[in-house]
């Protein structure tokens, strides 16, 4: 088993107990659990980003013969805490569309008016036959997923009912695969066929409300009055009034289908070189069902389902010879999109000594396409025609070196590699929502790994990796840019390793990782950047006796304050959503083997 004891009063426990049940019959079963408080202080309400989790595992393996075994597999999560809380960031330094900035300078704390929660609940099972024949061994591997979500968000992030966004996502899985391996005439070789099947049924609801002055204001400017014109509100006078002005209620549906045949292969030819070739055929198919309806509130709060809402259902009513005509939603689509690919690798490995291995590769592989499916409105000028997104073809190119030297105190790995995206699936920002598109990108770049023990008590290791990425030509949002850096994808990125085995029971180790600048937005813009940023961990372990051991460890030790994604809210309501990383944490923790 093993505990551990941190900061926020974390209590985190992962424990298994396995053995035989019979003479053809072993038994695992596993069990996780993780508590701890929110980090993030709340001074409105109470405070979030906790946690508050359970899994279980049972694994099964009979041995139906002296040559076919089956290993079964169940399992279930369930997650519920108050849904996490990012930190707010007024544009322009000024305030939000609300009149709210969040000014302490404590990226751990806020005023957040809405609660919420986030649930999430999974069950899965998986059966493995495997038969091992004379001359090939064989397996069946069928998988069913089922996942339940609700997470209700504080997207606003201030004291007032802003923007309410409520998501709900119910997931299915199934999944076959029939496998074939063996080795012949110098080949190691593997063939088989693959089915996947999912359906997605999503709802996503949505509330914006502005204050009565702020509505007052869009209407003259944008509708021209149109908005008391037509009954679609009626002010109290009082503009500081929260006004709803617009409810969105998703509902789509989404299945997929996909299937494959495979073959990939290993053969010697000689002492020195072996040639690697693989292919994978894939079809994929999938169907989009989505509408975005006037959303009705009809709480007992109120009837009011918001004043742009109210106004898109008046001119609904009108002629649809009439220029001013609107849908009877804000959005809708159906359509369904069809797949087929053909991908594979082909590699060379050479070996000049028996501890130095030099490897090249050619590979193309395949991502599907899909549908775009976020808060979808076509006052945002979003054209249906395009809900979906083309595949993404990939082209990989790499060449590298795997070493042993020093009598094995040293190893030493070097990759470089170059990639080259057909139809490279962009994630951009259009209205309230992420979308993707379609263009082309290139990325370049090194991975390095060195490998030291100087001593019998010491280990290093030491990691780097450097990155050069450009994507082509895009519209986001009607602007048009080039070149800009994916996302997530810093220039440079350091890790490292120190341990020393002081004695035979007492243990010092110290690592860190270094991540180089990075945006996350597509559009590399001054608030998507992270300026570089380093996280120092440290841990000091004591073996108790050979089976219990206690360490105490700190992460993030310098309390670094580093965000770890960013969404951009600055057109839409005049902020700028940021989710911190965890803060320093400390604590203990005991391993224990029966």
Do not use: C
């Amino acid at each position: 088993g093993d505990l551990t004891l941190a900061d926020y009063n974390q209590i985190k426990f992962e424990g298994a107990v396995s053995g035989e049940l019979s003479d053809s019959l072993q038994g695992r079963l596993s069990v996780a659990t993780n508590q701890h408080d929110g980090y993030v202080e709340n001074r409105v309400g109470k405070d979030a980003n906790e946690a508050d989790s359970q899994a279980v595992r049972l694994q099964l393996n009979a041995d139906l013969s002296d040559s076919v075994s089956a290993l079964f597999n169940f399992h279930g999560a369930k997650s519920e805490t108050v849904a996490p809380k990012y930190q707010h960031e007024a544009r322009g330094d000024v305030v939000d569309f609300w009149g709210y900035a969040d000014t302490d300078n404590d990226n751990f704390a806020g005023d957040y008016d809405r609660e919420g929660i986030l649930k999430i609940d999974s069950q899965g099972a998986s059966v493995d036959i495997e038969w091992i024949a004379e001359s090939f061994d064989f397996n069946s591997i069928t998988a069913v997923e089922y996942v339940e979500k609700r997470h209700e968000e504080d997207t606003d992030m201030g004291p007032y009912a802003a923007l309410e966004p409520t998501f709900v996502a119910d997931l299915e899985q199934f999944s076959q695969e029939f496998r074939f391996s063996g080795y012949w005439n110098d080949t190691n070789w593997i063939a088989g066929a693959y089915y996947f099947s999912s359906k997605a049924d999503n709802s996503m609801d949505l509330e914006i409300n502005y204050f009565e002055g702020l509505v007052g204001i869009i209407d003259a400017d944008a509708f021209g009055g149109g908005l008391q014109g037509v009954g679609a509100y009626t002010p109290t006078g009082d503009a500081g009034t929260l006004t709803p002005f617009v409810t969105y209620d998703v509902d789509y549906v989404q299945n997929t289908d996909s299937y494959g045949l495979f073959a990939n292969t290993e053969t010697e030819l000689n002492t020195e070189f072996t040639l690697i070739f693989g292919l994978r055929y894939t079809t994929e198919e999938r169907d989009f069902d989505y509408l975005n309806a006037f959303g009705t509130r009809g709480t007992a709060d109120t009837t009011d389902d918001g004043a742009v809402t109210n106004f898109l259902r008046f001119l609904n009513t009108l002629p649809e010879d009439d220029a001013d005509f609107f849908p009877d939603s804000w959005f809708s689509y159906a359509g369904d999109i069809s797949n087929d690919n053909l991908s594979g690798k082909i590699g060379l490995d050479y070996r000049p000594l028996s501890d130095v291995l030099i490897f090249a590769n050619y590979a193309r592989g395949f991502k599907s396409g899909g549908f775009n499916g976020g808060f979808l409105d076509l006052t945002d000028g979003i054209d249906p025609a395009a809900t979906p997104y083309d595949e993404e073809i990939l082209s990989s190119y790499e060449l590298g070196l795997k070493s042993e030297l020093a009598d094995g105190k040293v190893r030493f790995n070097a990759t470089a590699f170059y990639y080259d995206y057909e139809g490279y699936q962009a994630l951009g920002f259009s209205g309230l929502s992420q979308f993707i598109d379609n263009t082309d990108a290139t990325v370049k770049g090194m991975d390095l790994e060195l490998v030291w023990m100087p001593s019998e008590n010491i280990d290093i290791n030491l990691g780097a990796s450097l990155l050069d990425s450009e994507v082509g030509e895009l519209t986001i949002q009607g602007e048009t840019i080039n070149g800009t850096e994916m996302v997530l994808a810093p220039n440079v990125t350091l890790n490292g390793l120190i341990r020393w085995q002081a004695t035979d029971a007492l243990s010092f180790q110290v690592d860190f990782n270094r991540q180089g600048d990075h945006y996350f937005d597509i559009t590399n813009s001054d608030v998507s950047k992270q300026d570089a940023y380093t996280l120092i961990g440290a841990r000091i372990g004591y073996q108790v006796t050979p089976d219990l051991q206690v360490s105490v460890f700190a992460k993030n030790l310098t309390d670094e304050e580093y965000r770890v994604y960013t969404f951009d809210f600055t057109s839409a309501a005049g902020f700028n959503q940021q989710f911190y990383g965890r803060p320093r944490w400390v604590g203990v923790n005991l391993n224990y083997n029966f």
